[in-house]
């Protein structure tokens, strides 16, 4: 049976991977996917619908959102990722490791296009998504809650080593104003600031932040 | 991490600077608003603490993926249909041509068999004499209009087939 279960996403990285399991009923999720996969190849929209049902909403929140940085982009994207499975399954071949593999293959080649479409600045960089496509294909078998940690994990990984670049005040403002989104007055308290000078510490912050995510090389590309 | 002095990052800001900063914060307090500094403040809050998507969106994006999907499908079969009926048409237009090639008057001469019209050429051969080193261009003009207009009413009374 296909269900994913709630994790506490809030644990640390190490932590909740440790915590994460294979499920016993891991097989049988497989099979019953595979079932899933043949019907929609065999034009059943029902199992389409459930099996994008299933993966589709990890998908949006650990794949797409993170990487396009905005939810109406991440919808657009999702909703391209859709029609491309739907216009593209029968070119699926089940190789064992579930349908996750190539649903997030196409989902990370969607997200390319948008990015390379977009003047935004993200936290990942267009030739960051290029070498995750060509390391997609070895993405190993695992289960959908472990992969969604790992994705999440990463893009932790990626927002830390953004933050390690400015300032350590510049960062804890952003940190407990953006990240962690405390009442402002809260946040003025903990920095020793006014709630007006809080305000420009965190518009000096973003702005030291996107210099160094706009600057050529951002040396992320190893988170 | 950022070489930034202390004393810059605490610098008693401009009047720029203030009203950007209040641009900011009401930006990041409506999600409506936009601003540079705050689209990238929730791209950082996007992947570092993701949103759900509502079953209900989700709903709404599957439907319109099928929808689109079925459009291009259909759009894909009309086009293969035009496509294929061009290509009937042109055959039997090809097929037309051919039929009438074969069964029709104007057979292209054999190599070699003479040519009932007469093909530019040389001028060579309406100068028997050389020419003087000045003047008599006019004239030779003249001789060469003469000659091609003679072969030109020849050809089109080979044409007409009157000749």
């Not at chain 1, 070895?138 to 830390?160: C, F, G, I, K």
Request: hydrophobic share 45%.
């Amino acid at each position: 049976m296909l269900v994913c279960r709630k994790v506490d996403l809030a644990l640390a990285p190490a932590v909740m991977l440790a915590f994460v399991s294979e499920p016993p009923d891991r097989d049988d999720a497989l099979e019953h996917e595979r079932q899933l996969v043949l019907r929609a190849q065999a034009g059943d929209r029902d199992a389409m619908g459930r099996l994008l049902a299933h993966h589709g909403p990890a998908l949006y929140r650990s794949v797409l959102l993170p990487r396009l940085g905005s939810e109406a982009a991440a919808q657009d994207a999702l909703s391209e990722v859709y029609t491309r499975v739907i216009e593209r399954l029968d070119q699926f071949r089940w190789q064992g490791g579930g349908f996750w593999p190539w649903l997030r293959t196409v989902a990370l080649r969607i997200a390319l296009d948008h990015l390379r479409a977009g003047r935004r600045i993200v936290l990942w960089e267009v030739d960051d998504l290029a070498r995750e496509l060509d390391t997609a294909q070895t993405l190993p078998e695992t289960d959908l809650r472990l992969n969604e940690l790992r994705e999440r994990q990463a893009a932790r990984t990626r927002v830390e080593a953004a933050l390690a670049r400015i300032h350590p005040r510049y960062a804890q403002a952003i940190r407990l104003r953006v990240l962690e989104e405390q009442p402002r007055e809260a946040v003025a308290r903990a920095l020793g600031v006014t709630p007006a000078t809080l305000d420009v510490v965190v518009h000096r912050a973003m702005q030291a932040l996107r210099k160094v995510l706009s600057a050529p090389s951002k040396v992320l590309s190893d988170v | 991490m950022s070489d930034r002095p202390d004393s810059e990052v605490d610098a008693p800001p401009t009047q720029e600077e203030i009203a950007r900063a209040e641009e900011l914060r009401a930006a990041l307090d409506d999600p409506r608003r936009s601003d540079e500094s705050a689209e990238l403040a929730r791209a950082l809050t996007a992947a570092w603490s993701p949103s759900d998507l509502a079953p209900e969106r989700h709903r709404a994006i599957f439907n319109r993926a099928l929808s689109l999907a079925d459009a291009r499908r259909h759009r894909a079969r009309a086009s293969t249909a035009s496509i294929g009926a061009g290509a009937i048409l042109a055959l039997a237009a090809g097929v037309c041509i051919v039929v009438w090639a074969a069964r029709g008057p104007s057979v292209p001469p054999a190599r070699g068999a003479p040519s009932p019209v007469a093909f530019s050429r040389s001028t060579q051969e309406l100068f028997a004499e050389r020419f003087s080193p000045r003047g008599g261009e006019t004239s030779r003009i003249d001789r060469i209009a003469l000659a091609r207009g003679a072969d030109l009413r020849a050809n089109e009374f080979a044409k007409w087939g009157v000749r």
